[in-house]
DNA sequence: ATAGCACCTGGAGCGGACTCCAGGTCAAGG
DNA sequence: CCTTGACCTGGAGTCCGCTCCAGGTGCTAT
């Protein structure tokens, strides 16, 4: 499979594509004999595994993972260790999150009253 | 109070107060004769706002929020079309770091099987 | 009077996550 | 053959949200 195909099936520009194998996001992509990148499924796992996780994992903790997971066998530990932290952190972003859209509805329903006292108001004029 | 004070209240450093300001996230704070930030409370409570909004609406989104409050009665509406806007985009956010946490915690039941085998085959050994 | 310290400003630097670009290669179609 | 178009690479540029720095000012304590 193209890099534009993977592109359009993905949503993700090929750009970005190249970006995600250049820093390790995802293990080296199989090339056609003039070096043209032919994803396989393993590649395509990695790019949907990505994609999914980049909302809430870092770079830097995904290329990590990408790198152990070559390693083999030996880093299953490792890895999990990775995830389990790396959850910890999301919740904790989450959570932050959280906070700023439980003020963002109190907010907006301050407003909501606000506009409806001046609403009234005009109308008893 | 001093911007160590704020500093140390809010767990900010001086240098992010002060970007805050210059960047309009917050008023202009009150100064001393001699330039120095003299904080009151309108001043806390921008910092104390913008310190719990941050984390889920974006700079550009919560500088616009100031320009407005600053201009007055007559931009209530606007403002509240901005919060409703921003909180779309944070559910959307939160959305896409749930699927994420979904993916983490498949993840991570995966790996705990996967070891909790292995070591199963260790003791048969 | 002077040393020391907290504070000021404008501007540069940084890390993350892309995004864009120039210049080059290759396979296919006219 | 020669052009065209998709792909390649390495490197530079961009945006966000800080963070750091150099050089300067002013209060306070000795």
Known sequence: MTIREVSE?????ADTLRYYERV???PPVP?????????????LGW???????S????IEALTEYCRLFQLGEETLEARKAL?????RQL????EDM???LDRLNMKIENYDQCLARKERELRGV
């Open 9 to 13: 099936r993905y949503g993700l520009s």
């Open 24 to 26: 390790g996001l995802i």
């Open 31 to 43: 090339r056609t004999g003039s070096g043209v990148r032919n994803y396989d499924a393993a590649s």
């Open 47 to 53: 790019v949907e595994l990505i994609k999914c996780m």
């Open 55 to 58: 909302a809430g994992v870092g």
């Open 83 to 87: 995830l389990v932290e790396q959850r």
């Open 91 to 94: 919740r904790e972003r989450m």
């Open 98 to 100: 959280r906070k700023s």
